[in-house]
């Protein structure tokens, strides 16, 4: 027997109080004078011998009142006992783990593995009875807040409107859940139903040391519903990323796209075909034998500039939902440069190689370097620094490379190397050490030694790839300059100098020549070389590090503000949904968004104005049908130390019967109750006869 409210019991000992009653009542028992007959005498001996047995009849049976009263508050019960019309049935609560992974959408016999979840759920929903409660949880779904409930037609809208979800499944969150909610508890059924395909993906990939043994303790029931029944066939999209770092309108997007085959079948054949925009841009057919990937090259033409949105697309299969991967690319409209420069010397060549790319497609602005510190740099994709006297607005440059902005340092023509030095040291980049060779001086010049033609500002550079032959220029002075490795040198001259250089800082970057664009320091601006390598390179640095382009559903979103600058933006969810978003721009600078269980684009808008697009993507894991076996369970629940009892149904089990089978049987109280009353009755009756008794014997005294 087991009592469902064990704290009342300690009311036993409520049990003693007839017991001292009694004894308190015997030491004021009034001495009776018998008469000298002999046999009166032993009539009211044999009287007084009688109501003493009944008193401590009525002892008992007032001890055992409380006692049936106690315990019938403590809600005792026992396995498979029925009595009829004096039991009832004892109270469950059932949490139901669904398994809504899209690797459910399978589909079996009966439907999709999802479906058939959500059918034997509602008809096990549709058992419970008045007094039971119960609570879902989806496998796939993050910081569940659930609470058990008794509104049973709740439970069931809930899950008819459940859909599959693109955030990859984790059992054992579900699982702890599940034990936390049905230990909360009071009822004598304890039970939770797990519906699942079993997919290895789901179980913990590490050993676990959580010990669950006090929550699912040998008063829980895990009832496990293996779902999966035929071998699956699946191809997946695994990955889609640009080969481009430089992205212009009208120009061939390369990208690289991987396609894994897990079934036991080789493809042949097979067709992936490139959306641009909704646009099929490209198509390529491939082949893939069983159990492997391939990697496939497909070049693309975006033909409108701002956030471009692509789209690789396989054939159907028996799991829909990883035939589609997403990718955001952003192609500038109108890039928009800044120029900051003292004396017209330092940059007139630059500026007239940075107009050759033309108004439609670049802002140029020119500030002096006194005039830097109320500029806003968000609003520039470059920044040109031809001025070593910066003495305001350092720590806005710092900001602006950080958040993503670009920067290229070209020494002016009268260089205070103490003065240039200070800039680099805040920037946190090497300095300078000193220069080298004479102004106006080409009797003594180096030239170009190494070029790294697989850096992006070569790209399609060259109209032949095989002859990327640059005419070196003569450079007579020059800063004597080294990466240190902290970045990465781009061409270098050949005294071992970096003449062109790369540095990374936060998401954004830093270009730097150790010359100044000027006839007295070298020949370079003359080069053929000079204007399309200013004009890549401003392409280049404009190029926006979009580090959240391998969003996997269910991760958060990191929001920039900077680049919102608003206290309200909208997302533009893959459903069509939209959610407005309200932030303090005092307090935080970057916002998380979680709400990403859908796969696809989420654009953020402030008013009409598109400020991002990130693409988010399923976990391909949850694509590769390879399902744990009765072992793998077993060990599982070995690690968390459960303690329970472990059920197992099949398809060919009828899941009620199963269930009534197993289930603990009947609720005693009411039994308990009802023998309280009727001991109640007949210590009422015992105690009225008593009372004439001992009347009748004080009257014949």
């Known amino acids: ?224 519903f293996i779902l999966s029944e035929k071998k699956v066939f699946n191809l997946a999209v695994d990955e889609i990323k640009s080969a481009n770092q430089i ?59 701002g956030f471009v949105d692509v789209l690789a697309e396989i054939e159907s299969d028996d799991i829909e939902q990883d035939n589609k991967r997403y990718n955001s690319v952003f192609i500038p409209d109108k890039i928009s440069a800044l120029i900051v420069s003292d004396d017209i010397a330092s940059h007139r060549f630059l500026k007239l190689a940075l107009q050759t790319i033309g108004q439609q497609k670049l802002k140029l602005e020119e500030r002096n370097s006194n005039q830097i510190s109320g500029v806003q740099l968000t609003n520039y994709d470059v920044v040109f620094i031809c001025n070593d006297n910066i003495t305001q607005g350092n720590e806005k440059l710092i900001q602006y490379v950080k958040d993503g902005g670009s920067l290229f340092i070209i020494p002016q023509v009268n260089t205070d190397i103490n003065r240039l030095n200070n800039l680099l040291g805040k920037l946190n980049l090497p300095l300078a050490n000193g220069f080298a060779g004479k102004l106006n001086d080409k009797t003594l010049s180096v030239q170009f030694d190494k070029i790294d033609f697989n850096h992006p500002v070569f790209l399609n550079l060259f109209k032949i790839e095989d002859k990327k032959n640059i005419e070196s220029p003569s450079i007579n002075y020059f800063l004597k300059y080294s990466t240190q490795g902290k970045g990465t040198n781009i061409i270098t001259l050949t005294d071992g100098s970096s003449f062109l250089s790369e540095f990374k800082q936060g998401k954004g970057k830093i270009f730097l020549f150790n010359t100044a664009n000027d006839l007295s320091w070298s020949n370079f601006p003359l080069k053929t070389i000079y204007a399309p390598l200013i004009v890549k390179s401003v392409y280049y640095l404009s190029q926006k590090e979009n580090q959240q382009n391998n969003i996997i559903a269910g991760t958060p979103l990191t929001i920039d503000l900077n680049r919102i600058n608003s206290t309200q933006f909208k997302i533009f969810k893959p459903d069509s949904t939209t959610e407005i978003i309200n932030v303090d721009l005092t307090n935080q600078k970057y916002f998380d968004y979680k709400s990403t269980s859908l796969a696809g684009f989420y654009k953020i808008y402030t008013g009409n104005e598109i400020v991002d697009n990130i693409a988010v993507n399923f976990d391909k894991s949850e694509s590769n049908p390879v399902y744990a076996d009765e072992n793998d369970f077993n060990k599982y629940l070995e690690m968390i130390k459960f303690k329970g009892k472990l059920i197992n149904i099949n398809k060919e089990i009828n899941p009620v019967d199963a269930i009534n089978q197993a289930r603990f049987g009947s609720e005693l109280w009411r039994l308990f109750l009802l023998i309280a009353i009727l001991l109640a009755i007949l210590e009422m009756t015992i105690a009225r006869n008593v009372k004439k008794e001992v009347e009748g014997i004080s009257t014949t005294n």
């Open 247 to 305: 992205f212009e309108k009208d120009k061939p997007i390369t990208f690289n796209i991987t396609i894994s085959n897990y079934s036991e079948q080789d493809v042949q054949n097979g067709v992936i075909s490139v959306f641009v925009n909704q646009k099929r841009a490209a198509q390529k057919s491939f082949d893939v034998d069983a159990g492997k990937s391939v990697l496939l090259d497909i070049d693309a033409i975006a033909d409108a500039a």
């Open 1 to 224: 027997m087991t009592f469902l409210n064990p704290a009342v019991l300690i009311g036993l000992l409520a049990a003693a109080i007839p017991v001292i009653i009694h004894l308190l009542n015997l030491r004021k028992l009034k001495k009776i004078e018998f008469s000298t007959l002999t046999f009166l005498k032993e009539l009211q001996k044999n009287k007084i011998r009688k109501i003493k047995i009944k008193q401590w009849l009525l002892l008992a049976i007032r001890v055992l009142i409380v006692l049936f009263i106690v315990m019938a508050f403590a809600r005792p019960a026992l396995r498979g006992l029925s009595i009829a019309g004096t039991t009832s049935a004892a109270k469950t609560t059932a949490v139901f783990i669904v398994d809504n992974s899209f690797s459910m959408a399978v589909l079996g016999q009966n439907g999709s593995y999802f479906n058939q979840a959500k059918d034997l759920t509602r008809k096990i929903i549709e058992q419970l009875k008045e007094g039971d409660e119960a609570a879902i949880l989806f496998l796939s779904e993050d910081e569940q807040q659930i609470n058990l409930t008794n509104d049973f037609n709740q439970l069931i809208n809930r899950l008819n409107q459940s859909e599959l979800s693109f955030i990859k499944g984790d059992l054992h969150k579900s699982i702890t859940l599940a034990a936390q909610l049905v230990n909360k508890s009071n009822n004598f059924n304890r039970e939770i139903y797990l519906l699942t395909d079993f997919q290895k993906n789901i179980f913990p990939q590490n050993e676990l040391k959580t010990d669950l043994s006090e929550l699912l303790n040998e008063n829980v029931k895990l009832y496990s």
